[in-house]
């Protein structure tokens, strides 16, 4: 259901489904959920990709499943399929990840996109939560808000009109807008440019960025003293200053 590549130090995720338009049931959840982990714990990785085979990077849930011993709930602000969270959040994956998507961009399909670190859509990527026109609320409405004001938000959950690429891109959700036939060179351009820069240092970042969701001065802090201090005192450190100083590209160990 879920391809999973490694190059060099990219990692390629990929759901499978063409033929479904890659729509999400229990099984694909739990495919994805072995890869979160496994790109969590591989050193040898330092960013991730998510992209959609076929016509669609993800045009939802399988609806065609629901409603069959499958139980659906919200658990925070992530999607429960079969048990299981889909989100890479849910399981401390902070190396970035890009979703490169195109086509149908809906329902858990948007949430996965929005659960990565930056977004590169093709020109033809539509974005929509269609979950009201079929009768059931969409799941992560709550999760929304992080990223558009009120309005906006509670116009794509209610209403349930698509948005393309180019709308989606005025609003911030999307940080660039390709060509169709150019979305995997422009999410591999991004994915080299994180490689350039020190891994410890944006993991360490996009950890602190989303743990502190909520905390206040004091908390954020001294999150900041503990993720931020054993970074700045690493080997990779020493070397990010050594190579700026002797105008060279630094050579990262990831310690």
Known sequence: MVLYEKK???????????????????????????????????????????????????????????????????????????????????????????????????????????????????????????????????????????FLPEGLALELLLVGDRIDARRAYELGLVNRVVPQDGLTAAAEELAVRLCQNGPLALRSMKEVYHRSRGMDCTGTLALIEHLFGPVMNSEDASEGKSAFLEKRAPQWKVK
């Open 8 to 146: 060099g130090k990219i990692a390629y995720i990929t759901l499978n489904r063409p033929d479904r338009l890659n729509v999400v049931d229990a099984e694909t959840a739990g495919e994805l959920v072995e890869i979160w982990a496994d790109f969590r714990d591989d050193d040898s990785l330092w960013v991730g990709i998510l992209s959609g085979k076929g016509r669609s990077f993800c045009a939802g849930a399988d609806i065609s499943k629901m409603g069959l011993g499958r139980k659906w709930t919200l658990d925070g602000s992530s999607l429960i399929f079969g048990g299981k969270k889909i989100g890479p959040s849910n399981y401390k994956v902070w190396k970035p990840l890009i979703a490169a998507v195109h086509g149908n961009v809906l329902g858990v399909g948007f949430y996965l996109a929005l659960e990565c670190d930056l977004r590169v859509a093709s020109e033809d990527a539509k974005f929509g939560l269609p979950e009201p026109r079929v009768g059931i609320p969409t799941l992560f409405a709550p999760f929304l808000r992080r």
